[in-house]
């Protein structure tokens, strides 16, 4: 299901809303959880000049930060804000489907994960949003996630093992750490940097630009380029603010989240390729060189159980995926 399609059937669904016209500057509330200066700041910020200069001022776009991602979700299912630019990591617990995005080592490079996000398997994604009182508009990103911790370096499965590290609310997350030997410990964001300060964590996994951001190299002394796991962001909207735009608005609102999701993806870009000697340059020991296929290996238990519990033809056309 297309876009315009998802919007057209949330505005179905508030058709009684629809009956108003848009006032002059109609504010819509977007919130994300990482500072305005960073690949998501980037994509939310993006959006709303986008929106704004594509309807003429008529609508007035206000970006939060807000740290709590599952929080953010489940403020805009209820309506109390009306878009959200969220990490795909707590909303599985919401969409079970997006969970299939989080198996590691299933996507081998930016473009093969861009190119199936945007394709039928992403859009189909997307698709069961509504089902859940929520609307997927556009996929954007984090990136692919490395680990970071305060203890040792880290080359291969053994040197995980017995390390506390910081997961997001993701139960394939989770799986992975357990299976490689950590002890994973799920908390929002938000609780992030005060958990690494205490100890509470040795360790966390995020994208550079999300490490480069949040300044993690105040409270990780060594990350490791795992590149374990591709990260996607979702902006996810809420139905009934989507079914108060006009058929035309909503085909404009469409086109400022593709600016979005341009932007996001070229900052996101340009963190990796800056990332690893920025934080060598503010301290960190940063290790380059991994072995990937012993961590594919060691994850071998839980490939087989998730190959049983999620959609194992849909994981076959990910890997499958090749740009035309």
């Known amino acids: 299901m297309t876009l315009t399609r998802r919007l057209a059937l949330a505005a ?39 929106f704004e200069r594509l309807t003429n001022g008529r609508y007035k776009v206000v970006a939060q930060r807000n740290d709590n991602e599952r929080e953010m979700i489940e403020s805009v299912q209820i309506g109390t804000i009306d878009c959200t630019f969220t990490s795909t990591g707590p909303v599985g617990n919401f ?29 189909q994604v997307l698709a069961r949003f509504p089902a859940r009182g929520l609307v997927g508009v556009i996929w954007i990103e984090n ?19 017995g390390l ?18 950590a002890l994973p410990t799920p908390m929002a964001f938000s609780e992030l940097v005060p958990a690494l300060q205490q100890g509470t964590v040795d360790g966390q ?3 550079i630009s999300v490490i480069v951001a949040n ?20 902006m996810i909207c809420n139905p009934q603010t989507v079914g108060r735009l006009s058929q035309a608005d909503r085909a404009l609102f469409q086109q400022a989240a593709r600016e979005a999701q341009a932007a996001n993806r070229a900052r996101v870009t340009a963190d990796d390729d800056a990332g690893v000697e920025e934080l060598r340059r503010r301290g960190m020991t940063v290790v380059t060189e991994v072995d990937t296929a012993a961590f594919q290996a060691a994850l071998a238990p839980a490939f087989a159980e998730w190959e049983r519990t999620l959609d194992a033809a849909t994981l076959r056309r990910i890997r499958d995926w090749r740009p035309n």
């Open 95 to 123: 969409v079970p489907e997006v969970r299939i995005f989080d198996v590691p080592f299933l996507f081998r490079d930016a473009t093969h994960a861009r190119g199936v996000l945007d394709s039928e398997i992403g859009q």
């Open 164 to 181: 506390k590290i910081r997961t997001m609310e993701n139960q394939v997350h989770m799986r992975a750490f357990t299976t490689l030997g």
């Open 205 to 207: 996994e995020n994208p």
């Open 12 to 50: 179905a669904l508030a058709a009684p809303l629809a009956t108003t016209p848009a006032l002059a500057q109609t504010q819509i509330t977007v919130q994300h959880a990482l500072p305005a200066n960073s690949h998501t700041g980037v994509g939310a910020s993006t959006f709303a000049s986008a």
């Open 215 to 234: 300044n993690l190299n105040q409270v990780q002394r060594y990350m490791t380029m795992t590149r374990h796991v591709y990260s996607p962001q979702v």
């Open 143 to 161: 990136g692919f996630r490395n680990m970071t911790n305060s203890r040792r370096e880290i080359h291969n499965p053994a040197d995980l093992r």
